[in-house]
């Protein structure tokens, strides 16, 4: 089973930039959707900004023109550069692909930003 494994994550203060990491164990058949997700406590996981097979990327309104998401080559790994960080930022932060063979999940990395 592929398993994805998150970095780059840590404690930042406002204003800041991350950048997260996304690798696989194994090769990814037929990836459709790279994405990163997030969840903050309390709410819910939501989709923070993806990437589709073809390059085209969606974000969430929340990150777009701070956010950025990326790959090598069409696979992995995943990155997203995060800019401007705010609090509202903090969450811990999860990479997903979704293929022909199913989806995959990271164990998510935390991001803290202080004010």
């Known amino acids: 089973q592929v398993q994805l494994v998150e970095s780059g994550g840590g404690l930042v203060q406002t204003g800041g930039s991350l950048r997260l990491s996304c690798a696989a164990s194994g090769i990814i058949f037929s990836p459709r959707v790279m994405g990163w997700y997030r969840q903050a406590p309390g709410k819910q996981r939501e989709l923070v900004a993806s990437?589709?097979?073809?390059?085209?990327?969606n974000y969430a309104d929340s990150v777009k023109g701070r956010f950025t998401i990326s790959r090598d080559n069409a696979k992995m790994p995943l990155y997203l550069q995060m800019n401007s960080l705010k609090p509202e930022d903090t969450a811990v932060y999860y990479c997903?692909?979704?293929?022909?063979?199913?989806?995959?999940w990271g164990q998510g990395t935390q991001v803290t930003v202080s004010s």
């Open positions: 997903n692909v979704e293929s022909g063979r199913g989806g995959y």
């Open positions: 990437m589709t097979s073809g390059g085209t990327t």
